[in-house]
């Protein structure tokens, strides 16, 4: 009886004691796992800050540089400044540019009207007034058609010199 006793309690101790070592190596491990994972999430939230403040420096970075250089207000004003001032000389040449063509279209079509006169003198020199017989065109009271007989008078003219010359 003693000896059953004793051994129970023997028995008992070993299973308590192989009780102790487990939850002691298994609490050592325990940590171990925790201590890395506690090291993983901290490097992870080291990256995470250290990135997060390396965006933010460049944000403030790229926000001054564009707003130096890039977007530069007084640069922009006097480029624009300078483009109104081209765009005022580029529509005061235009508008002369416009004025010289007006110009030399009303010039082409009254040398072309006065050509036309000389041409319809030229060709119709045959009607001309005499100091016999007036001229066909002397016959109307037509300022145009008096006009023609002075131009058909100053191309005879004209005529006589060159064969007298």
């Given amino acids: 009886w003693y000896r059953g006793v ?4 023997y028995l008992q101790y070993l299973h ?9 190596w298994r609490a050592f491990v325990a940590r171990g796992i925790f201590r ?3 090291a993983a999430t901290l490097q992870d939230m080291r990256v995470l800050h250290y990135n997060t403040m390396a965006t933010v420096i460049q944000k403030v970075w790229r926000g001054f540089y564009v707003r130096k250089h890039v977007h530069n207000f007084y640069a922009r004003q006097r480029y624009l400044e300078a483009v109104v001032s081209m765009n005022a000389c580029t529509l005061e040449d235009l508008y002369n540019y416009e004025d010289d063509v007006l110009a ?4 082409s079509r009254a040398d072309k009207l006065e050509s036309d006169k000389i041409l ?19 016959l109307s009271k037509c300022k145009e058609n008096n006009e023609i007989e002075m131009i058909m008078r100053k191309l005879k003219s004209r005529e006589i010199e060159t064969i007298h010359q």
């Fill in 16 to 24: 308590s004691s192989a009780t102790v070592i487990q939850k002691h």
């Fill in 104 to 107: 030399n279209a009303a010039k």
């Fill in 120 to 138: 319809k003198a030229t060709r119709n020199h045959f009607m001309l007034s005499t100091n016999q017989s007036a001229g066909v065109y002397a």
């Fill in 6 to 9: 004793r051994l129970r309690a």
């Fill in 36 to 38: 890395r994972l506690v």
